[in-house]
Every structure is written in structure tokens, then in C-alpha cells.
């Protein structure tokens, strides 16, 4: 595959801090995909047909704790998704969830949720007794969520983790330092995890 000079091109963490241009063509009729959020609100349609050889392809999570490799084939128009929550509604967990749509991923803590937009960015709702609402880190720069009983957790795309809301058991200030971390998880309690390259 030739990328020439004014081709449009799709930009891929390359795994060493940088990006891999990747040319789009146009899909065959009929072609088979998967869509992956573009960071600007919209998705990316990636081919699940099997490469040429020679091609290079991006990496993708493939939702199993592996990755997967498809041919970029072309955009499509955004695919929208909605949140609906229901049940505990003491600290406004429900009645507060944010509407409209474009959001690619959830997560609740004991009385907080976070949602990360198809823009990059994260909304956070409920109970904010230790900052857990307020203290939401702002940007479009975030690649994964998690929420922990009163303390959260975001992936950035270049890697580096942050945190917030309440510190009683350091899992906010001994957030680890580095842009090598691949995913993040909160425990039921006081405590995190990340995947490391």
C-alpha cells in the first residue's frame, strides 16, 4: 500500500509513543467491518477482510484482553449510543445520568458514573462527596474509564493514567507515572489495576 502525498490518512498509536498513517480506501460493496470511535464524535470502519501481503495494519483491542489487526478500508458517518440507567437514585445516579448520545463507554462506583464520549472526553455524575464528580478531568484525550467505590480512574491515548476523588488509601496519589499503560480497572473498594506494555 502507497500513502501519497494529499491521500487522506487515518493516524494509529504505533506502540512507541508515536502514530502510523494508514491510507482509506474505498470499501468494497458489501464488506464486512468493525467501527472504532475517530476522536472527533464520529467512528472509524475498519475491514475484517484479510489483508494483502505486504499491507500494514493497525493493532485494535479486541475486547478479550488480545488484539486483532484489520485492514483500514474507510470512514463512516458517527453510530450513536445512548445511556439509560435505572435502580439506587439516593445520589442522583440515575436522575442525573446525562442524555444525548455519542458515547462509547460506562462505568458505575458505588454512587458515581463516569461515561466516555466519542470525542474523547468524560462526563462524570452522582454523588461528589470526595470529588468524584467535580474533580472529572477534562479533554478529549481519553481512551478508557473506570470507577472505584469513591475515586476514578481514565486511560489517555498517549498512555498515562489519572485519577481522582478520595485518597484514603493512596489509590489517587500513588497513581503510577508513564505513558506505557494499556488498560485501567478499579476494584470494588480502595484499590486500582493497570495493564503495562
Keep these: 500500500m502507497t500513502i501519497n502525498v494529499g491521500d487522506k490518512v487515518l493516524l494509529f498509536p504505533d506502540g ?11 470499501p468494497a460493496v458489501g464488506e464486512k467491518c468493525i467501527l472504532l470511535p475517530d476522536g472527533k464524535g464520529g467512528y472509524i470502519a475498519v475491514g475484517t477482510g484479510v489483508p ?8 485494535v483491542p479486541d475486547g478479550r484482553g488480545g488484539y486483532v489487526t484489520w485492514k483500514v478500508t474507510w470512514k463512516a458517518g ?7 440507567s435505572w435502580g439506587n437514585d439516593s445520589r ?31 462526563v462524570s455524575w452522582g454523588w461528589d462527596s ?10 478529549n484525550d481519553f481512551a478508557a474509564i473506570a470507577s472505584g467505590y469513591w475515586h476514578s480512574l481514565a486511560l489517555k491515548t498517549d498512555g498515562s493514567i489519572i485519577s ?13 507515572a508513564g505513558n506505557d499503560f494499556t488498560a485501567v480497572a478499579t476494584g470494588a473498594w480502595y484499590h486500582s489495576l493497570a495493564l503495562k506494555r
Excluded: C
Design 164 to 176: 481522582w476523588g478520595r485518597d484514603n488509601y493512596n489509590q489517587v496519589s500513588n497513581t503510577p
Design 16 to 26: 512507541r509513543g508515536g502514530y502510523t498513517a494508514y491510507e482509506i480506501s474505498a
Design 52 to 59: 494483502s501481503v505486504g499491507d500494514k495494519v493497525p493493532v
Design 130 to 139: 470526595y470529588g468524584q464528580v467535580t474533580d472529572t478531568p477534562e479533554g
Design 92 to 122: 442522583g445516579q440515575v436522575r442525573y445520568t446525562p442524555g444525548g448520545y455519542y458515547y462509547t463507554a460506562i462505568s458505575g462506583g458505588a454512587w458515581h458514573s463516569l461515561a466516555l464520549k466519542t470525542d474523547g472526553s468524560i
Design 78 to 84: 458517527p453510530v450513536v449510543f445512548q445511556i439509560i
